[in-house]
């Protein structure tokens, strides 16, 4: 990472976040505490008297005194300031000749527009090579004719607006054109970000169109058609006039396309059927990598706009600025994983990079569904009463008015409730004592008339219990002492239950071919193998602890979490079936436990940190 680079990762993560300790700066900027001080230190000679950045007990902020000259520090100034002895102004500069000249260019005269040596020039364009993959660019060297940029018209303006333009002044449009740009920026209010966007877009469009570069392509397959309003009319018009040229309709939608981005209500028309046909390759990867029961039309529903808002930043390389921290992988670490998953799927789809904070704002929309999800599931309330079905009844209008509309009541008469599986509900009220119960399952008391209040804590002890403990999970904990492949260590943690009739006989060969199909071993040292069973109606979580690191193809692994998940649910299973997902994937996000866990070599030692750390 070049200093302008680091100055400028510094400045947006103390912008959005105000103050950051130094371990929350060295964690984020992977630096050390020194390197990040010494940078802080030569920012601070470019933002003064504009800003300062200020060290206060390990604390640094940031002071802004002069906001719209801050503005333009933010927006790139400093970079424009930036000399050659910046590698990054040098990668800019040859791809910005590569572009405006679109012919071959000779190393040895780049190295000499810049002053650098042929070496030297050598390494920047290796660099820009990785710099242009992202954007399906490539430097192409031919033998006598030196290096040519090839790749989609699209790509070479989206880097040139986004990589290149921010190092290098550029000419400022036409006063008629900028007044209709104006009043598109008081219509629609856009952000700072959006009108710098749409001068650039005109800028390089205007650019390219003299260099007789059209377009090949404007709006992206998902957008249907862009509506044009009388301001954008006026503007485009506008352009043609002072320009002397005529816009097709690519050029056009490329020219709009900030706004596309910013007001997607009011001048695009979305072909859904094409979004929700990427919507639905998205949830088909989660369910590969994840068994899960989801609501497709109600998540699509409930997401799509995010959707169409995350694909239009991916399509065009916007970036969001990260609001928020890593601790999101922590605190939501299911939700986390399905967006990560999802991601990853959408950026194959479109052929484009993704940022970790694009990550963090999926998880914060699926974690917000599974949440409503959640509430609006419906819990199953059994009533065992041995006083007949008129206090029965009196019982289930005080529970109904108190506690809502989100239960499901069935009655039971002392004789009946004996043939029946009351740990199949998700709380019982009874006014006898009850026998054949598990101690997960709430069994509320009840031996007199009773209020309000009294049913409120009782029913939020009831919650409180099942959230807590599990009635449809059996946990398996073992010790790995071998040397075995990864699979042949799988087959000795599923043969003793296959033995005793709680899994498939052929469960072992199912659980391979989903692993063809998408690894379940990651980064951290976890492995997370799962699929259908249907000799048990019971999660079966099978906890495989190696003395020694397990050696595989994908990396090493310290943890082995296998499951076996019934092809029928029950709701409360459901539900302990994604509190034990959420747990997994906790336990993928602690760096912390997993080293601990790395020490065990004994059971002892296992047993204990099992009833210290309460993994499960």
Do not use: W
């Given at each position: 990472m070049t200093l302008v680079n680091r100055w400028y990762e510094i400045l947006q993560l103390l912008y959005f976040n105000q103050r950051l300790s130094i371990d929350e700066l060295k964690e984020k900027l992977k630096l050390s505490p020194q390197t990040i001080k010494s940078s802080i230190d030569t920012l601070n000679q470019e933002l003064l008297p504009i800003a300062q950045i200020t060290l206060n007990d390990k604390i640094y902020s940031l002071i802004i005194y002069q906001y719209e000259e801050f503005q333009e520090i933010l927006h790139g100034r400093l970079k424009k300031e930036s000399d050659y002895n910046s590698s990054s102004r040098r990668l800019a500069y040859i791809v910005k000749r590569l572009i405006e000249t679109g012919d071959y260019l000779y190393i040895d005269d780049l190295a000499e527009e810049i002053g650098v040596s042929r070496g030297t020039l050598s390494k920047d364009i290796k660099q820009a090579k990785e710099f242009l993959a992202d954007y399906q660019l490539v430097i192409q060297g031919t033998p006598n004719k030196?290096?040519?940029?090839?790749?989609?018209?699209?790509?070479?303006?989206?880097f040139y607006m986004q990589q290149v333009v921010p190092y290098f002044p550029i000419t400022t449009l036409k006063a008629s054109v900028q007044a209709k740009v104006q009043n598109i920026i008081d219509e629609y209010q856009l952000d700072y970000l959006s009108e710098n966007l749409l001068k650039l877009t005109i800028h390089t469009a205007m650019m390219r169109l003299k260099q007789r570069k059209q377009i090949d392509m404007g709006?992206?397959?998902?957008?249907?058609?862009v509506q044009l309003t009388a301001e954008l009319e006026d503007l485009l018009f506008e352009i043609e006039e002072s320009y002397q040229l005529t816009l097709s309709r690519t050029e056009q939608e490329f020219i709009l396309f900030p706004i596309i981005i910013s007001h997607q209500k009011t001048i695009k028309i979305v072909d859904y059927d094409y979004l929700q046909s990427i919507f639905m390759q998205m949830i088909n990867k989660t369910r590969k990598a994840i068994y899960w029961d989801v609501d497709e039309q109600a998540l699509f529903a409930e997401i799509k706009n995010h959707l169409l808002n995350l694909l239009l930043r991916l399509y065009y390389h916007i970036e969001l600025n990260d609001l928020f921290s890593e601790q999101i992988e922590k605190k939501y670490p299911f939700a986390y994983e399905l967006a990560k998953v999802s991601i990853t799927e959408i950026a194959q789809i479109l052929k484009r990079p993704y940022r970790s904070v694009e990550v963090n704002?999926?998880?914060?929309?699926?974690?917000?569904?599974?949440?409503?999800?959640?509430?609006?599931?419906?819990?199953?309330?059994?009533?065992?009463c041995s006083t007949g079905k008129g206090t029965a009844g009196m019982i289930r209008a005080q529970i109904e008015q108190i506690i809502g509309s989100d239960i499901e009541i069935t009655q039971y008469s002392e004789k009946e409730y004996d043939h029946i599986n009351l740990n199949d509900y998700f709380a019982v009220f009874t006014t006898i004592p009850l026998k054949n119960i598990d101690a997960s399952t709430p069994v509320i008391r009840i031996t007199q008339l009773f209020n309000d209040e009294w049913l409120r804590n009782a029913w939020q002890q009831a919650t409180k219990l099942r959230s807590q403990s599990y009635h449809y999970v059996d946990i398996h904990y073992h010790l790995i002492d071998s040397k075995a492949s990864y699979e042949q260590i799988l087959a000795s943690l599923v043969q003793p239950y296959v033995l005793q009739g709680i899994l498939d006989a052929d469960f072992y060969v199912h659980l391979l071919e989903r692993e063809k199909k998408s690894s379940t071993i990651y980064e951290q040292?976890?492995?997370?193998?799962?699929?259908?069973?249907?000799?048990?109606?019971?999660?079966?979580?099978?906890?495989?602890?190696?003395?020694e690191a397990i050696q595989t193809a994908q990396g090493e692994i310290d943890l082995i979490t296998l499951l076996a998940i019934p092809k029928e649910l029950t709701k409360v299973a459901e539900d302990e079936l994604m509190k034990v997902y959420g747990k997994i994937f906790e336990l993928v996000s602690d760096a912390e436990k997993m080293q601990q866990l790395e020490q065990i070599q004994d059971e002892q030692s296992m047993w204990q940190f099992i009833d210290r750390k309460e993994l499960f």
């Open positions: 030196g290096i040519l940029l090839k790749g989609e018209e699209l790509s070479q303006r989206l709006a992206p397959p998902f957008i249907q058609s704002y999926l998880t914060f929309y699926y974690e917000l569904f599974l949440q409503k999800d959640h509430s609006k599931k419906v819990k199953s309330i059994a009533i065992v040292k976890i492995a997370f193998p799962h699929t259908l069973n249907s000799s048990s109606q019971r999660v079966q979580l099978i906890v495989g602890i190696p003395k």
